[in-house]
């Protein structure tokens, strides 16, 4: 049976979703984060989720846990770039005075509705950047943010609709740093993820324009396990179809999906050795899109032109042995 509850965490309210298998946990007033993804049939979080003790990590790092969206993903160079005439500077908050992951922190979202309907939980949230001054200071160009949270059965959708209520055409990127919980068994689980070259970074981990070959994570398409892996590494997908697997050997799996021709690029993150946790990242752009030297249909630079929408979709199901 669906249906919505709310709940609380440190102080701030929680609305959370349920299905027959899944129980998931949001965080509207924080970012508007997936804090909790709990696997009711097999007993155990699907994600990195924040205790209670953890808010001061939290309020300085909320892209640590749970699905947080990251807009835009990755590393800028000085925080830097134009588009359309507009000068964009963004907070240089890196070792060598670089940007990385985004003005979307901690803001408070607007729920718009909380419903059951046509068996399955359905979260509508909003935000309106100009209405945050600090974001503003950095991406002038206002816009309004809609994420659809839907959760049915064993499957968990995001539809994040982007709306430029500006004058002038936007550069956009999207990506989120979800954190898939290995349970300490890394040698447990494999990973599928359809991937054609490496990006190559310089010392400042910032794209140097060229592609590298797959070489040892080649076996990335047909499934690697993660034993002994350590990622921090940006892949392109080469064109096909944005969707990753995560298995466990007793055929416990992880779908996550994106919508094309949208998503066109992954990261993975292991934080070192693989042990507790890999983060497998969907990116819309490329990090430091804006001052590459590719077209945008090799970057994934979104452009928004005013009062024309753009919808991005994350699907992510569970399916049990």
């Not at 990755?74 to 670089?98: E, H, K, L, M, P």
């Not at 001054?133 to 959708?157: D, S, V």
Request: hydrophobic share 35%; net charge negative.
């Amino acid at each position: 049976m669906h249906q919505i509850t709310k709940g609380n965490w440190n102080g701030h309210e929680t609305i959370i979703m349920h299905s027959e298998t899944l129980e998931a946990t949001l965080l509207p007033s924080l970012g508007n984060n997936i804090i909790r993804l709990w696997d009711k049939q097999a007993e155990r979080d699907v994600l990195r989720t924040p205790a209670e003790s953890d808010l001061d990590y939290y309020m300085t790092k909320p892209y640590h846990f749970g699905i947080p969206m990251l807009m835009p993903p990755g590393r800028i160079r000085r925080g830097r770039f134009s588009y359309a005439g507009v000068d964009y500077q963004f907070d240089q908050n890196t070792a060598n005075d670089n940007h990385i992951h985004g003005l979307h922190r901690t803001q408070a979202w607007t729920v718009q509705s909380a419903v059951v309907e046509n068996d399955q939980c359905i979260v509508t949230t909003v935000f309106r950047t100009e209405e945050d001054a600090n974001w503003m200071r950095q991406y002038p160009t206002p816009l309004e943010l809609k994420l659809t949270h839907i959760l049915k059965g064993h499957r968990l959708t995001q539809k994040l609709e982007m709306t430029n209520i500006g004058k002038q055409p936007a550069p956009f990127g999207y990506g989120t740093h979800t954190w898939f919980q290995l349970d300490s068994e890394p040698e447990k689980w494999s990973l599928q993820v359809p991937v054609a070259g490496i990006y190559e970074l310089d010392e400042e981990l910032i794209m140097t324009g060229r592609t590298l070959p797959l070489g040892e994570h080649k076996g990335l398409n047909t499934g690697q396990n993660l034993q002994g892996t350590n990622y921090d590494t940006v892949f392109s997908t080469g064109g096909q179809h944005p969707e990753a697997w995560l298995t466990r050997e007793d055929g416990y799996r992880i779908r996550y999906a994106g919508n094309e021709p949208y998503f066109k690029h992954w990261v993975l993150y292991t934080r070192g050795e693989a042990n507790e946790i890999i983060c497998v990242e969907p990116y819309t752009w490329l990090p430091d899109a804006p001052n590459l030297p590719f077209d945008q249909e090799t970057t994934g630079l979104i452009e928004l032109l005013p009062n024309t929408p753009v919808e991005l979709v994350l699907e992510l199901d569970i399916i049990h042995p």
